[in-house]
């Protein structure tokens, strides 16, 4: 079992490489100046699709404007080789890791499990989370900083990782040598249907690129004083404070009526 996390591990190694440059790319483009306003509207109806929001958030005068702000979609890349998807962060499923009773939860009971996107994901190699055998696929994804762990994938150069082999993971906490409070488990994902598509929406200004951090993915947002993640990561990427990135961000691209969906995409984090 340990030989095959290796090589899968491997495998992925070389994969993050690759998707760096992808990443560097997609930073690199602009929008081009012929893509029409029914184009860039279209798209941004489907990335709202695909994240489960309204076309209409920023319109609707029910929803505060706190609710409007918290609701920005961040996806973070975890697959362009094989497919393209990702987990949408910050979406609580109402469930937390103790309530499924057919799978290994211990030292986990309380971790909340949240809901990565509107799809499920093409690929469950890594989705292993909870498994009684320690190994086969149960559909949950964790997002940790332990590179400890056997078979677990790097996302970001900061220290990011997703998967890993479970019984592993459960030898590691008795040992006390990982935390569990600083793991994310996800369900489903968020999916495109290849590399053309996503570049399209970035391209239409649906989704702006930054390099995703360890700390910001990973950071209890509970606290209602703490910022949305789209907020802190754009902040920390411009290097500037919070409430100018907003003011500039959402005035020069409305939420709804066809502007730009308002969130950001981290390739590889």
Known sequence: RKEEAFSRRRRKE????RRRRKEEAFSSRRPPSSSSSSEASSLFEKACQRVGLP???GENPEIPEERKKALLPVVLLTETERAVEGLLMGRRSGYVFGDFQNLDT????VQPLWVGGTAAPALLDDRTVGAPDGSSPTGILAVHPYQKIDGAVPLTEDGLYTGGDWANTQELL?????????FKLFAQATKWDDLAELQAEIDAGVWRVVQGAKDLILKDRDDRKTIPLWLDALSKAYGKDPDDVFFNFTSSRPLGGGGAAGGLVGDDG
């Open 106 to 109: 211990r030292g986990f009971l």
């Open 174 to 182: 008795e040992a006390n040598q990982v935390i569990p409070f600083r």
């Open 14 to 17: 070389e994969a993050f490489s």
């Open 55 to 57: 076309t209409d958030l």
